[in-house]
């Protein structure tokens, strides 16, 4: 899907897969090192100021913006599901896929560091759904999204959800190429979230103010909540639902559909 | 963590330049920061203390010429420096902005190469 310059390391000769009860070993060799000058040696020497002014950033938004492209000229809507760990992505998209997998053909990315067990929750019939564990990366990037869409075999897929990695903070600045960025908040977080966490709440389309059917018993005040929404977030939609009693989640699964009429 | 990431794809602009230049070494390498950037200065520093050696890199000087955050008020039209956060109120009028001006730079301003 894209053509990309490694700068890291490749492994020294050909390595062939591993079988049942074999070991392979992997050696990411040097590259072929030239020799230097002792570092910092520059005395007397003139040098040559190049003015650069290219933004560091570039690499995601680059393959971000052909995700994007590829997203569009497939027929997919791609949705980017953000929040801390525990609001409940998962459940949310376990219970929307039970909704709309028989009208609507959807796939399913998600993201984690470790364990496939998202993966495991929402799997369907319909539905092909692959899980990416990233090791340490705290944020899926466009270039972990590009690969795994790669992976979903569904010629006539319309809705591809992306279940991101639970983290409030590093998802905001990495544009996956999705269509819509939906940020959940829980009725057990605490009201003040959406100050805490501006750059994510302010890059959402959508926000999912979920498990209403708790927020009596936390003492979760909405107005409030609702308040700090509309000061970091004007920009989002809001809808409040329970994704365990149901309450509130026929308007998000018509919010869905409508992405495709 | 956040930082590494920013100094790989740094190094990998740089180290395009020194091509691009047919240079050999890279004395100095500055970088454009903006305080809303979200960027530690010292989680940067060590990333490229980590990066740096056994490149075309080694012992180049990191400078980072940081950007204030300004804001725009769009009530009264003036521009004024939103140092922390971002609920900016305009300090002549009161309203809150989101319009930020400069601050979110990210940037490889230019090399020093030799």
């Known amino acids: 899907m894209h053509m990309h310059h490694h700068h890291g390391k490749t492994p020294t000769g050909p390595v062939a897969p591993a079988k049942p009860g074999d070991l392979v070993v992997i050696d990411l060799g040097d590259d072929e090192r030239p020799t230097y000058p002792p570092p910092g040696d520059f005395g007397g020497v003139q040098f040559q100021q190049v003015e650069v002014n290219l933004p560091l950033l570039g690499e995601n938004q680059r393959l971000a913006t052909e ?20 609001a409940g992505k998962t ?17 399913v990315l998600v993201g984690d560091l470790e364990t496939d067990a998202d993966a495991r929750r929402l799997r369907h019939p319909k539905v092909p759904v692959a899980q990416i564990t990233t090791g340490s ?45 939906v940020g959940l908040f829980s009725c057990t977080d605490g009201e003040d979230k959406p100050l805490k ?39 989002a939609r809001v809808f409040e639902l329970s994704s365990k009693t149901g309450e509130g989640f026929e308007a998000w699964l018509d919010f869905l559909r409508g992405l495709l009429a | ?9 740094a190094l990998g602009l740089v180290l395009d330049q020194l091509r691009a230049h047919a240079a050999t070494r890279v004395a100095g390498i500055t970088l454009r920061i903006g305080s809303l950037a979200g960027v530690d200065e010292e989680s940067l520093r060590f990333a490229f203390s980590t990066l740096l ?37 305009c300090p002549q009028c009161g309203e809150f902005s989101g319009d930020v001006r400069q601050g979110r730079e990210l940037d490889l301003a230019r090399v020093e190469l030799v």
């Open chain 1, 67 to 86: 995700n994007r492209a590829h997203f569009q000229a497939h027929g997919v809507k791609a949705v980017n599901l953000v929040s801390g760990p525990g």
């Open chain 1, 91 to 107: 459940t949310l998209l376990a219970r929307t896929l039970q909704a709309l997998a028989e009208e609507i053909p959807c796939g």
């Open chain 1, 137 to 181: 990366a705290c944020h899926l990037d466009a270039h972990m999204v590009g690969h795994g869409f790669e992976a979903l075999d569904s010629p006539g897929m319309r809705l591809l959800f992306i279940e991101n990695v639970g983290n409030l903070v590093c998802p905001a600045e990495f544009d996956l190429g999705e269509s819509v960025r």
């Open chain 1, 197 to 235: 966490y501006p750059p994510l709440y302010k890059s959402v389309h959508v926000v999912l103010l979920t498990k209403t059917d708790l927020a009596e018993a936390a003492g979760f005040d909405r107005a409030l909540a609702r308040e700090n929404l509309a000061k970091i977030a004007p920009q």
């Open chain 2, 1 to 9: 963590m956040h930082e590494l990431g920013i100094a790989q794809s």
């Open chain 2, 53 to 89: 050696p056994g490149t075309a890199a080694e012992g180049a000087q990191v400078t980072i010429e940081a950007v204030e955050a300004r804001a725009h008020c769009a009530a009264c039209g003036i521009e004024f420096p939103a140092s922390d956060g971002f609920l900016f109120a």
